[in-house]
């Protein structure tokens, strides 16, 4: 908190870098937002999911996390949520093992009520209680 003349500023307008600084916020509100959708903080305790980014491709935004290995069905340790201009999400399942990664499945067209479900019928892993 900072005192001008007298007031107290409660927050510092952002620096005026152009569209990216605003790009970065949505980016990183879309992928809070979608770990909301999904269970919050219990979903990361229920799942092991950690190493968690976001990321904006094109203006499609998104989260991407990793899984324990050897936890999920299939091997899945890395999954990939992106919402697109249709405002439904595209998820990928994929598998890493050193530099390789081989995708498992892809979904298009999710809608946000329908991740949790998604999400443990391909991992096999519930996302609360």
Avoid: W
């Avoid at 959708?37 to 305790?45: K, T």
């Avoid at 799942?47 to 980014?53: C, H, L, P, R």
């Amino acid at each position: 908190m900072k005192h001008k003349k007298g007031k107290q500023v409660l927050f510092h307008p952002e620096p005026k870098v152009g569209g990216r600084l605003k790009m970065q916020n949505y980016a990183k509100s879309v992928a809070t937002e979608i770990l909301r959708q999904l269970g919050g903080n219990r979903f990361i305790v229920m799942t092991g999911a950690k190493s968690f980014s976001y990321f904006d491709e094109n203006g499609e935004c998104g989260v991407t996390f990793r899984l324990p290995s050897n936890f999920a069905m299939k091997g899945i340790n890395l999954v990939k949520i992106k919402l697109d201009f249709t405002d439904t999400y595209q998820v990928k399942f994929s598998r890493v093992r050193g530099a390789e990664v081989k995708d498992i499945s892809r979904f298009d067209n999710i809608y946000c009520d329908q991740l949790a479900c998604l999400f443990t019928q391909e991992i096999g892993l519930h996302t609360v209680l």
